[in-house]
């Protein structure tokens, strides 16, 4: 979030964050932190910080709203490169009030959000230095518009950016875009879990091809052609026999993230375990693309394995206990936990095994 002092940015940067369960990293607030506990005025620390900040909350598979006035090219680029580090994309977004007359009276008679914060006059704010811009963005102009409208048209353009994102399956010549998408979406993982030996990230081209030839794949496709989430799974007749292949494809918006675990080694018996009898599909590695996460394209992933298998009497994955993320969202589209248990197979992790049916 980028622009001048009262153009409304700040009331866009805290709607979207509530919107998107994002992290929301308010420079005005950082900077008069440091006056106030560090005793000297900021100059460059406040964003210097606010990069720290947000590459936490990425790293923790967290959206980040970063309000800043954001006026240089070279902020901008710092700002890009922190996402760019952390597997995320970066949306720019510029604010401005067109109307001249109105910018002048919210600049005069607004109050401070942020205790013990002076504002800028007018004469400051018309004299500050804003570079022109000239990377992709998106703009919203707030003159004469309440911040619910303001925000209705962002999140319109923001959402627009996904609404092209197709399902279908993925074949051998996917693999390589995959498993580049997979390393990069399961880096969160291996932080959360303080392990960076965990196989999604030691998985080798080999490794994925083979995967390709017991298992199904699908893709999430962006308008650009980029593949931005993707889910395998492997349908089993109650007799232990391989089930059907996959059967198309199906258009799909928005989206969403959960990252979990292939088929685990460790078996047990009981009405809702793995080994019981009856047709049913193991679902693994399902992973979106970091800067797509929030917006239920997981959800639409897991929905295309099921009408892809519709004869199946469930559906069964493995997840890391402690990701609580995933686990939430699974539940939110109908599996359970059945148990819990360490697997050596997957790097003795605790694991839980969820089930729907």
């Not at 979207?16 to 990293?25: I, K, S």
Request: with cysteine.
């Amino acid at each position: 979030m980028s622009g001048l002092p009262a153009t409304g940015k700040s009331s866009l940067a805290r709607l979207l964050a509530v919107e998107y369960g994002a992290a929301w990293l308010r420079i005005d607030t950082i900077e008069q932190a440091m006056r106030v506990l560090c005793g000297f005025d900021p100059q460059g620390e406040g964003y210097r910080m606010a990069y720290r900040l947000a590459a936490e909350n990425l790293a923790a598979g967290l959206n980040v709203v970063a309000d800043s006035c954001n006026p240089w090219d070279v902020t901008r680029r710092e700002w890009r490169e922190v996402a760019a580090r952390n597997g995320a994309r970066a949306i720019d977004i510029k604010v401005v009030c067109s109307c001249r007359d109105e910018h002048r009276r919210r600049v005069e008679t607004r109050a401070s959000e942020v205790a013990g914060l002076k504002l800028p006059g007018w004469a400051e704010v018309e004299a500050r230095e804003y570079h022109p811009w000239t990377d992709e963005h998106i703009t919203i102009d707030t003159a004469g518009r309440s911040p619910a409208g303001s925000f209705a048209e962002l999140n319109e353009k923001i959402k627009m950016r996904d609404r092209d994102i197709m399902i279908c399956v993925a074949g051998e010549k996917d693999a390589a875009e995959i498993l580049d998408l997979q390393k990069r979406a399961f880096v969160t993982e291996a932080q959360a879990h303080g392990n960076w030996d965990i196989e999604p990230l030691r998985q080798t081209l080999d490794g994925i091809l083979a995967d390709f030839a017991t298992h199904t794949f699908l893709k999430a496709v962006d308008g650009n052609g980029a593949i931005v989430g993707s889910v395998k799974y492997r349908a089993v007749n109650g007799d232990g026999n391989e089930g059907g292949q996959g059967r198309g494809s199906v258009e799909g918006s928005d989206s969403n993230s959960g990252l979990n675990s292939d088929e685990g080694s460790n078996s047990s018996s009981g009405s809702d375990s793995g080994s019981d009898s009856g047709s049913r599909v193991w679902v693994g590695k399902l992973i979106v693309d970091i800067a797509c996460r929030g917006r239920g394209l997981g959800r639409r992933l897991l929905a295309e394995v099921e009408a892809q298998n519709p004869e199946a009497e469930r559906f069964q994955l493995f997840t890391a206990a402690s990701s609580d993320h995933n686990i939430r969202l699974y539940e939110s589209v109908g599996y359970r936990l059945v148990r819990e248990f360490r697997d050596a197979a997957q790097d003795g992790f605790a694991m839980v095994e969820m089930i729907k049916r």
